[in-house]
C-alpha cells in the first residue's frame, strides 16, 4: 500500500514532467493531499479556480496514475475551507476564503471503447471553427478550406508557410481533421519533416523499407508539418520526392508548411522545391492589433471567464509577436487572476506581462516594459508617454522610447507605432532619426540616453 505522500508524489512527478505545462507546478503548489478516507483519495485545493482548474486540466491523468497504484481508490477534490496558508507558495497572496464545494473527480474505467483510428494524432482544439480569420491569415484559411471540399483537385500540394506560432500547423490539422468528419475513411499520414526523416532511417536500418513507403503512398492525404527540415538531408529527399510523385500523380492531396517560401529553404533540392510549388503557396503573416483583439476575444469566448475589452486591447497591445504568445499571455492572465482571487483587469495584465513578456520573448525586453522604464524615467505616466499631447516634456521621452524599442525588439515600425498610441511607421521613424541625431550634437543627452538604456535593460550592465 502506498502512503499518501508517495501517492501525492507520483502524481505531481508526472504532471510536472510535461514541461510545456507551464502551470503544472503553480497550480499543484494550491493543492495537497489531506487524506485517504475510506476509499477516498482526498485532496484540498486553495480555492475554487484552483479546484476547477486542476479538475478540468489533470482529473483524467490523477485518476489514471491512481488507478494503476491503487486501482480501488477513487480520488476526491474540495477546496480547503476557510484556510488561508498555502503549500509551497513563496508569494504573500491571500487566499479569498471560499465555501467548501466538494467535487468528485470521475475515475476512468479500464474498459474504455476501442480507440478511433485517428484518436490522438490531431489536438481537437485545431480546428477550423477554432481558428480566427484576419487579414494576416485569410488567403490561407480560404485555401485551406477549399480544399477540404476538394481535396487532391483544386490546389495540390498547398503549401502554407509563414513564422512561428502563427498558426501553420493549426490549418494543416484543420484539414485532416475536416476530412475525417467529411469521410471517416479517409486515410492519413500526419507527421512533420523530422519524424518522416526519423522513420526512414529507421526503415532503412530495420530493412522495411517496403512497408515504409506503403505507409506512406497508399494514403488520401499527405500532411507534412515544418518541411524546411528536410534542409540538407539528401537521401531523405530522395524518398519524399518519390512519395510526392506517386501521391501527386494518384490525385492524393499533399499539405506541407514551412518556415519559408519553398525556393528560400536551405539545401533542398531545385526539383522538391519547384515541385512544393506546384500548387498553391500562401503565407501567414503575424497578425494586427485589430486580429490580435480578435482572436484574445476568442479565447476569452472559450475560456467562459468575463474579459473587459479595454484589458482585451491592452493585451493585443501588449503582446505583438506571434498568436501563441499571446496565448501563454493570456492563459497566464486567467491564472493568475484565478490565483489571486482578483478581477482580471489592466494592472492585473501588467503585473503578469512584466515578468512573462521578458520570459516569453527568451530574455528579450518588450515594448510595455520599455514604456513603462522609460515613464518611470522620466517620471510621467505610462499615458502621457504614449498620448497624443505634444509638450515639449512628453516629446522627448516618447521618442526616446521608440528608439529603444526599435533597438531592444525585433517589432517593425508599423508595430511600433502601433503600440504608442496607434502611429504612423513614419512618426516612429522620425523620432528614431531625431534621437540619433540629438545623439551626435549633444554629449548630455548621450548620457542621458545611455542612463535609460540602462534604467531599461539592467541585466546587461
Ligand atoms: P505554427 O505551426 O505556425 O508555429 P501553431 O499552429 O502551432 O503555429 O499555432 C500556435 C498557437 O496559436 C496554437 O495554439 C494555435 O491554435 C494558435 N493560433 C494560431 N493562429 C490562430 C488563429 N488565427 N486563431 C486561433 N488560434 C490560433
Ligand atoms: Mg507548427
Not at 490549418?171 to 522513420?199: C, D, H, W
Not at 472559450?302 to 484589458?311: A, N
Not at 516634456?393 to 508599423?414: E, G, H, K, W, Y
Request: net charge positive; proline share 4%; with cysteine.
Amino acid at each position: 500500500m502506498s502512503s499518501i505522500d508517495t501517492l501525492w508524489s507520483k502524481i505531481t512527478d508526472e504532471i510536472k514532467s510535461n514541461e510545456s505545462d507551464k502551470f503544472a507546478k503553480m497550480f499543484l503548489s494550491y493543492v495537497t493531499p489531506s487524506a485517504i478516507e475510506g476509499d477516498e483519495f482526498v485532496m484540498e485545493a486553495a480555492n475554487g479556480f484552483c479546484r476547477d482548474y486542476v479538475e478540468q486540466r489533470y482529473s483524467k491523468l490523477i485518476c489514471r496514475i491512481l488507478s494503476n497504484q491503487q486501482p480501488a481508490l477513487k480520488c476526491k477534490l474540495v477546496t480547503r475551507a476557510g484556510k488561508t496558508g498555502q503549500p509551497g507558495a513563496e508569494s504573500k497572496i491571500t487566499q479569498p476564503v471560499l465555501p467548501t464545494i466538494v467535487s468528485e473527480l470521475i475515475v476512468e474505467k479500464p474498459a474504455k471503447p476501442a480507440p478511433g483510428k485517428y484518436d490522438g494524432m490531431f489536438n481537437s482544439k485545431y480546428t477550423f471553427d477554432s481558428f480566427v480569420v484576419g487579414k494576416s491569415n485569410q488567403f490561407a484559411y480560404a485555401v485551406c478550406q477549399s480544399v477540404t471540399r476538394n481535396p487532391g483537385n483544386l490546389h495540390n500540394p498547398v503549401f502554407i508557410y509563414g513564422g512561428v506560432g502563427l498558426g501553420k500547423t493549426h490549418l494543416m490539422q484543420a484539414i485532416g481533421q475536416e476530412l475525417i468528419k467529411v469521410n471517416p475513411k479517409t486515410r492519413i499520414a500526419y507527421v512533420s519533416s523530422e519524424t518522416f526523416t526519423n522513420e526512414f532511417i529507421d526503415s532503412l536500418k530495420d530493412k522495411k523499407a517496403e512497408a515504409f513507403r506503403a505507409k506512406y503512398r497508399k494514403i488520401d492525404l499527405l500532411l507534412i508539418d515544418d518541411v524546411q527540415f528536410f534542409g540538407g538531408k539528401e537521401q531523405t529527399q530522395e524518398e519524399f520526392f518519390h512519395t510526392f510523385n506517386e501521391l501527386f500523380q494518384q490525385r492524393k492531396q499533399i499539405v506541407l508548411t514551412s518556415d519559408s517560401p519553398p525556393d528560400k529553404i536551405q539545401r533542398l533540392e531545385e526539383r522538391l522545391a519547384s515541385r512544393f510549388a506546384m500548387g498553391v503557396v500562401v503565407d501567414i503573416q503575424q497578425p494586427d492589433l485589430e486580429m490580435r483583439a480578435a482572436i484574445l476575444k476568442k479565447f476569452a469566448s472559450k475560456s467562459m471567464v468575463e474579459v473587459p475589452d479595454d484589458v482585451i486591447m491592452y493585451l493585443a497591445q501588449g503582446v505583438v509577436s506571434h498568436v501563441r504568445a499571446l496565448e501563454g499571455a493570456f492563459n497566464s492572465v486567467l491564472a493568475f487572476a484565478g490565483i489571486m482571487g482578483k478581477p482580471i483587469s489592466k494592472d492585473l495584465v501588467d503585473q503578469v506581462l512584466k515578468d512573462l513578456l521578458r520570459e516569453n520573448s527568451g530574455g528579450k525586453i518588450s515594448i510595455p516594459w520599455i514604456q513603462k522604464r522609460v515613464a518611470e524615467f522620466y517620471d510621467i505616466s505610462e499615458d502621457e508617454l504614449n498620448g497624443k499631447r505634444r509638450s515639449q516634456n512628453l516629446v522627448l521621452p516618447r521618442q526616446v522610447a521608440m528608439r529603444l524599442c526599435q533597438i531592444f525588439t525585433d517589432a517593425s515600425l508599423n508595430q511600433i507605432g502601433e503600440r504608442f498610441g496607434g502611429r504612423d511607421h513614419t512618426t516612429v521613424m522620425h523620432a528614431c532619426d531625431k534621437v540619433n541625431k540629438k545623439l551626435k550634437q549633444e554629449k548630455d543627452f548621450h548620457d542621458e540616453f545611455e542612463r535609460v538604456k540602462r534604467f531599461v535593460d539592467p541585466d546587461k550592465q
